[in-house]
């Protein structure tokens, strides 16, 4: 246990050290370190949760596999939870403004393109009008 807290602060001041020197990435180290904090907690519960079922068996030194079993299936979770978040944070980065959001949708994208595509002839046309390439 204690080689994987020492993993775990090592892993914390390296990533913190790497992306410390630009203003910009503040968020992203910040993020990181919140990430990698709640995968601790989720494991340390997972553990604890772990630890309470040895008071319902007969002897629980034979059981003692039920901690680390709480523990995995606690970083399991929090990485799935980790991995949603982020997955929902960059959705949230591209729509930013409500109303822009709102006016972006397929039939104003297609409206766009038939306006907007210029379409070119290949100087060499074989087979139909279906598909063609250019070079």
């Known amino acids: 246990m204690k080689k994987i807290i020492s993993l775990l602060i090592a892993s914390q001041l390296l990533i913190s050290v790497a992306f410390a020197q630009d203003n910009e990435d503040d968020n992203l180290v910040k993020n990181t370190q ?3 904090l709640l995968v601790a907690v ?3 519960a997972g553990a604890v ?15 003692l596999s039920n901690i680390w079993t709480g523990a995995a299936i606690g970083i399991i979770a929090g990485v799935i939870f980790v991995a949603y978040n982020s997955a929902q944070r960059g959705q949230e980065d591209l729509q930013t403004d409500e109303e822009a959001s709102l006016d972006f949708n397929s039939h104003e ?3 766009w393109h038939q306006q ?4 070119t002839s290949p100087k060499g046309q074989f087979g139909t009008e279906i598909w063609s390439t250019s070079f």
């Open 34 to 36: 919140n990430d990698i």
């Open 116 to 119: 907007n595509a210029v379409l």
């Open 49 to 63: 949760l772990g630890l309470s079922t040895l008071s319902f068996v007969d002897k629980p030194s034979r059981h």
């Open 109 to 111: 994208r297609v409206a």
């Open 42 to 44: 989720a494991g340390g």
